[in-house]
Each structure stands twice: as C-alpha cells, then as structure tokens.
T-cell receptor, first 111, second 115 residues
C-alpha cells in the first residue's frame, strides 16, 4: 500500500470552475500536510500547508484536512489556465524527519 | 540571492566524467535534502542532512556521493554515472525541530544528462 496516494489524472477543469484535488495517506500519526505545485520542467513550489483538522484558506486556494478519514484536499477556486500543473501532496509523519510525497495529480484548466 | 539556489542548471556528462552539483540555501534552515526526479516518476529522496549530519541514505548507489560542509551548503559528487541516472536533481531545505520537519523549499534543480 502506497503511503501517500493521489489520482494521477489528468484532471480537466473549465476555466473559472473549482478544481478539487484529493490525497489520502496511510500513517495515522501524520502531523503536517503540504501541497506543492510543479510546472513541467520546473521544481516543486510550496503553495499550502495545513496542520489542523478543518479548512485553511489562502487566496483562491483552500486546503481541507480530515485526520479521522486520513485525507487532505486542495480546492482551487476561479481556476485559471496558469493553474495547469502537477500538484503534489506531501505528508510528514510523527517522529519522521522527511516528507513523503504522492505521485502527483496533473491538472489542466481548459480556457 | 534568496531561497534555495542550485548550480549548474544544466549538465551533460559522459559516463567516465566526474562532476559536482552545488546547492546553497539562504533561508536559515538546518536541514537539506537531495531528490531525484525522473521523467513521469515521483520524487525520490536520496539523502537527508540534519545539522550537517547525514541522517538518511535511501539506498543510493555509491556513484553518488553527498557532502554537507555546513548547514547552508550541500554538494552531490557524481562519478561513473549511467544513462539511467539522467534526471532532474532537486535540492531542498527545511527547518527541523527534533525529528519534526517543517515545510521544504526546493531549488530550481539541475537537469542532468548522462551520455
């Protein structure tokens, strides 16, 4: 069983709509959760992190965490073509000094 | 310079060459990482350094040799590489408190091609 799972996509969303990206993790002791955006040929860029259950909003981005169900999601409102990228979910477990990354979801925003 | 920098950005080397990748972080972090990202594959953690001490070697072949002289600089020495080692090599840094790591910030990467 993969430790961090994401749907590889591609996920296609019309411009202006809400894009919803999901991630599940296996380590129930995981403490912190991160979303990275990676454009083709570029390095991952941190866009959100969340530590507590519930929602965290930053501009057009909202991260949602549900520790009981072991999933974390990223919502992108008013999607723009520039949001087209691969989104990586990363998780830090209890007593673990490294992040575990998912394989990423490729998102395409259709103009 | 801000954030995490890496040089060179692109490198082409033969299988018998020796080269080094350099990473420098300007964020005041105490941990640094090397990752490998091959085409259409997930990020692979190679090495972790915490306060200059190597704390993780993820079964990386000995033709990759890391060096961390201080908490701001990280090197990856390369020798007798194979064509399958062609990939994007990413450096990252983060702040660690005990065994807990905060968010990692990545450098722009070095695109390595082995011929």
């Amino acid at each position: 069983q993969k430790e961090v799972e994401q749907n590889s996509g591609p996920l296609s969303v019309p411009e202006g709509a809400i894009a919803s990206l999901n991630c599940t993790y296996s380590d129930r002791g995981s403490q912190s959760f991160f979303w990275y955006r990676q454009y083709s040929g570029k390095s991952p860029e941190l866009i959100m992190f969340i530590y507590s259950n519930g929602d965290k909003e930053d501009g057009r981005f909202t991260a949602q965490l549900n520790k009981a169900s072991q999933y974390v999601s990223l919502l992108i409102r008013d999607s723009q073509p520039s949001d087209s990228a691969t989104y990586l979910c990363a998780v830090n477990g209890f007593g673990n000094e490294k992040l575990t990354f998912g394989t990423g979801t490729r998102l395409t925003i259709i103009p | 310079e801000t954030g995490v920098t890496q040089t060179p950005r692109h490198l082409v080397m033969g299988m018998t060459n020796k080269k080094s990748l350099k990473c420098e972080q300007h964020l005041g972090h105490n941990a640094m990482y090397w990752y490998k990202q091959s085409a259409k594959k997930p990020l692979e953690l190679m090495f972790v350094y915490n306060f200059k001490e190597q704390t993780e070697n993820n079964s990386v072949p000995s033709r990759f040799s890391p060096e961390c002289p201080n908490s701001s600089h990280l090197f990856l020495h390369l020798h007798t590489l194979q064509p399958e080692d062609s990939a994007l090599y990413l450096c990252a840094s983060s702040q660690m408190a005990g065994t807990y790591t905060y968010e990692q910030y990545f450098g722009p990467g070095t695109r390595l091609t082995v011929t």
